[in-house]
């Protein structure tokens, strides 16, 4: 992986089969230590994507910071360009098998996010996010 100075990673950094990184136009990837990002994972930046220390992947996890613009319907969607934003994932956080994380996205320190949610907006530190009967609910964190 080649991208000069658009991406930045800390020690132990690992990634299993499958792992993938688009960095286009101004984007940038800042990766924190200790990261895990388990099978078939991928980040594509066009705006700016943080991921704090110690934060653990399952398997087919997307991270995009960007979306197709679609509000001129004369005009196919293709040819409309992108809206860029950015996506930050705090530190100790796991992020379960077959989660999206879209553009504007703020999770926390210490959070879970379930196994197949799409992530969009904020998630406060210490929360697991989960989809339960077709609803997503958030869940505060009990510590000893």
């Not at 136009?25 to 704090?52: A, P, R, T």
Request: hydrophobic residues 35%.
């Amino acid at each position: 992986m080649i991208y000069g100075k658009r991406f930045h990673h800390g020690k132990r950094f690992q990634f299993r089969k499958g792992f993938s990184l688009g960095i286009e136009g101004q984007g940038h990837v800042e990766v924190g230590d200790d990261c895990f990002f388990n099978n078939y994972c991928s980040i594509v930046s066009q705006g700016n994507i943080k991921i704090g220390d110690g934060t653990i992947f399952g398997e087919n996890v997307k991270i995009y910071d960007h979306n197709h613009r679609f509000n001129d319907i004369t005009r196919p969607i293709k040819v409309q360009g992108y809206s860029v934003g950015t996506v930050e994932i705090g530190n100790h956080c796991w992020i379960g098998s077959n989660v999206t994380i879209l553009k504007g996205t703020k999770i926390g320190d210490n959070c879970v996010i379930g196994a197949g949610c799409v992530v969009s907006g904020e998630i406060p530190n210490g929360m697991i996010l989960k989809q339960s009967k077709n609803i997503f609910e958030k869940i505060r964190i009990i510590s000893k």
